[in-house]
């Protein structure tokens, strides 16, 4: 095998992995929570009475973040430490899906609905609505 033929493989491997792993996220999230769209996670915010969930850093929090949103990092929820209510909707978000991902699977093992759990497609760079500055 020569060079050129080595290269293209390992680079058609990597992308056959990339794309196997970015599947697995999202189908990870799909089983997990709902996601919508930003224009829809957006007007879905507006229109009810939700929690609203940061789960980048403090930091990334603390430079802009959706109004009223309030900061829980990932970490929290693997310990079992979110705090949230089951009665009311849970709108998640963060700049990767394969984190708030995780975080849904974390609340639908602790008994939350999937029904009631609503990811931001696209990550908070996506989001249209109010934010802090």
Same mark, same amino acid.
């Given at each position: 095998?020569?060079?050129?033929?080595?290269?293209?493989?390992? =680079?058609?491997? !990597?992308?056959?992995?990339?794309?196997?792993? !970015?599947? !697995?996220? *999202? *189908?990870?999230? $799909?089983?997990?929570?709902? +996601?919508?769209?930003?224009?829809?996670?957006?007007?879905? =915010?507006?229109?009810?009475?939700? &929690?609203? =969930?940061? =789960?980048?850093?403090?930091?990334?929090?603390? #430079?802009? @973040?959706?109004?009223?949103?309030?900061?829980?990092?990932?970490?929290?929820?693997? &310990?079992?430490?979110?705090?949230? #209510?089951?009665? #009311?909707?849970?709108?998640?978000?963060?700049?990767? *899906? #394969?984190?708030?991902?995780?975080?849904?699977?974390? *609340?639908?093992? &602790?008994?939350? @609905?999937?029904?009631?759990?609503?990811? +931001?497609?696209?990550?908070?760079? &996506?989001?249209?609505?109010?934010?802090? $500055?």
């Amino acid at each position: 095998m020569n060079l050129v033929t080595t290269v293209i493989i390992v =680079v058609v491997v !990597w992308g056959l992995v990339a794309l196997g792993s !970015w599947l !697995w996220v *999202l *189908l990870s999230a $799909k089983t997990s929570a709902v +996601l919508l769209k930003p224009i829809d996670f957006s007007k879905k =915010v507006a229109n009810e009475n939700g &929690q609203i =969930v940061d =789960v980048r850093e403090s930091a990334a929090y603390k #430079r802009s @973040h959706i109004m009223g949103a309030r900061n829980i990092p990932m970490a929290n929820f693997s &310990q079992g430490k979110s705090g949230l #209510r089951k009665d #009311r909707d849970i709108f998640l978000y963060d700049e990767r *899906l #394969r984190d708030v991902a995780r975080v849904g699977k974390s *609340l639908k093992k &602790q008994g939350y @609905h999937k029904s009631k759990i609503f990811i +931001l497609r696209g990550g908070f760079s &996506q989001y249209d609505g109010k934010t802090t $500055k």
